[in-house]
């Protein structure tokens, strides 16, 4: 855990210089540590709480923990869609932001809304739990049934692209991971059932909408929700090509800084000239990250991601996946691992948790 608070403060050190040679402390980034000091002290009180309810608190326990918690949050997106009423009243309760209101507002014929989080943010949240449940689906537990596990991957899915289409990210790198277990499992029964998990997921999905075709057809706003969740696999399957229509105009958003001195250290500015704009108008994430601290500080920024990783997990195919998920992100946007992670690195103040 030194190592990783070493590195958190070497990535700041690098905001601060950035900051300072800049002459400016517009990015996010500048107030960083009251950011972690938040982060921090909710994850401990989290896992303090947990430990004293569950009479002590495990890494695997947490992190379906966290799943199921995304499960209650897509129950919500799902409420919120056929029951406007529930839909009022939770805005009315949760202040939104002038660039959250204006995303839902073009967003509202093609998507589920999602609450305390960005459609980015949510598509992220929900990929590392799907890529978590493939990890976590290895072994055996007595608080949660085998059978259940396959409908939680598909749901999160399903209803997870109906947010982001951000969420298929999550898939794909899991699906890799299954493979690379297959191989290395060498006909392990347990590796063997987990198949049978994800391709039982599998025809579940191909089975509800089959079965609900009609009900889809019928009902305009559905139908549209699920095109736009899944442009891309139809395009595949009409086209040949996996596209949509945000990821051809992706690629007009990667812009890189035209002098050295931006590429070094940055412009220290994340902040667009209005709140619903970016610096340099790119909300791509390895360019907003060094237009704001350069390459020296997305380097630091990486590093220290590793490092918690390295924390939370022992057995290095596990941090190695969650951590290309992680990398991938930053190809869209900004991507962080803290806020998920750092209750699981809080583990280590109670007991010696259960790292697999």
Known sequence: MNSFWKSLWLFYFTVLCSSILNGR????????????????????????????IWNGVDLRRYFWLLVLTCVGHQLLSIAMFF???VNDVVFSIIQQSALEERANELTILNRFHTVGIAYFGAGALYSYCILLIVILSQHNYKFIKGWVIPIILVFLFAVGSAVSR?????????????????????????IIKLVKYVFCGAFALLL?????????????????????????????????????????????????????????????????????????????????????FGLIGTIAFIFMQWKLLKVVF?????????????????????????????????????????KK
């Open 25 to 52: 402390f517009d990015g996010f980034y500048s107030s960083y540590p009251i950011t972690i000091l938040l982060i921090t002290t909710a994850s401990f009180c989290l896992i303090y709480l947990l430990n004293k």
């Open 83 to 85: 029951f406007p009423v």
């Open 166 to 190: 951000t969420t298929m990210m999550g898939l794909i790198v899991a699906l890799v991971y299954l493979g690379l277990i297959i191989l290395r499992s060498k006909g392990s029964q347990r």
């Open 208 to 292: 509800t909408f089959t079965l609900f075709n009609k009900y889809i057809t019928d009902n305009f706003l559905l139908e549209s929700i699920i095109e736009h969740a899944f442009e891309g696999i139809c395009n595949l399957f009409n086209d040949g090509k996996f596209t949509t229509s945000s990821s051809e105009k992706m690629f007009d958003a990667y812009i890189w800084p035209d002098n050295l001195w931006t590429w070094l250290i940055g412009d220290a500015k994340l902040k667009g000239v209005d709140e619903f704009s970016y610096y340099m108008f790119t909300d791509i994430g390895w360019c907003r990250l060094i237009f704001d």
């Open 314 to 354: 022992v057995q290095k195919i596990n941090y190695l996946v969650v951590f290309v998920l992680f990398l991938s992100f930053q190809f869209k946007g900004i991507s962080e691992l803290i806020v998920y992670f750092m209750p699981a690195a809080m583990l280590w103040l109670f007991k010696e948790p259960y």
